[in-house]
């Protein structure tokens, strides 16, 4: 479980640039603050590899004390292929994320289909240094899998939100 000062957390928070939003903890209260953001937007992105690196962006974290958010959303496919599965993961500096936890999402087949969608791969990465941050969106194999034919984007819009967002304790 994940504990910051203390207080153990879970979270889903949502907010615009500059907002303090209250949320609830576990056990207590606390407030998330953005404090530098930057968005991405690619239309038609057509990417149809089923390992590597998709998308890498630099980010310039202000702060060693924050936390940064992540949020991916587009149409994704996968794996096309009886048990077969394709795995989509945030990696910061090359690294996936430790703290709290690797930031990523899986889609398995039973069946053969062909069913793209929008879906939203989110999440916070805790203890990144402050300076140039490399993020990277990659497809890959997921742990006891045969790899899938995945597919990211196809012909909508793709969003990437990155989120620099101080975590305090509140009363």
Sequence with gaps: ????????????????????QTFNFIYGKGQATAKNRVVYFWRGMNDDRDSGN??????????D??????????????PLGISKCNRWYFTFKGKECANPFPIDTQMHESVRNNL???????????????????????????????????????????TLVITEVDIAKGN
């Design 1 to 20: 479980m994940l504990t910051i000062n203390g207080i153990a957390v879970v979270l889903v928070v949502l907010f615009a640039f500059g907002d303090t």
């Design 54 to 63: 998709i998308k890498t962006v630099a980010f310039n974290k202000t702060f």
């Design 116 to 158: 793209f969608g929008s879906r939203t791969v989110r999440g916070f990465c805790f203890g990144i240094p402050k300076g140039s941050v490399s993020i990277g969106f990659n497809v890959g194999k997921c742990p006891g899998h045969a790899l899938g034919n995945a597919y990211t984007g196809w012909i909508t819009t793709t």
């Design 65 to 78: 004390n924050t936390a940064l958010t992540v949020s991916w959303t587009g149409n994704l496919r996968g």
